[in-house]
């Protein structure tokens, strides 16, 4: 299993960013995919869960802010984040779990007020 992010970066409240996950190595489609994230000092936070347009879901926090998406034929896996906020902070991983515990390098996001 290979899962590498792209798409972080540093912006300001109210501001957009889409992350990209590229998935190698497993049958894509047939799995559940997971945004988790990790905030300075603090331990992995499961963010959105994705199988089917049917079966997604989200952390309070992100609730009509954030979106999950995938494209299995690309073997991608998205989160589009909108209206970010200060406590968006974080590095950004996905992964085949919801604990985080198989993913991939991350990509830092960086929202300033």
């Known amino acids: 299993v290979q899962l590498v992010e792209s798409g972080g970066g540093s912006v300001q409240t109210g501001v957009s960013l889409m992350l990209s996950c590229q998935a190698s190595?497993?049958?894509?489609?047939?799995?559940?995919m997971y945004w988790v994230r990790q905030a300075p000092g603090r331990g992995l936070e499961w963010v959105a869960g994705l199988f089917n347009d049917a079966n997604v879901f989200y952390t309070d926090s992100v609730k009509g802010r954030f979106t999950v998406s995938r494209d299995n034929a690309k073997k991608q896996l998205y989160l589009q984040m909108n209206s970010l906020k200060p406590e968006d902070t974080g590095r950004y991983y996905c992964?085949?779990?919801?604990?985080?515990?198989?993913r991939g390098p991350g990509t830092q996001v960086t929202v300033s007020s």
């Open positions: 992964a085949t779990d919801r604990k985080g515990s198989n």
């Open positions: 190595g497993f049958v894509f489609a047939s799995r559940y």
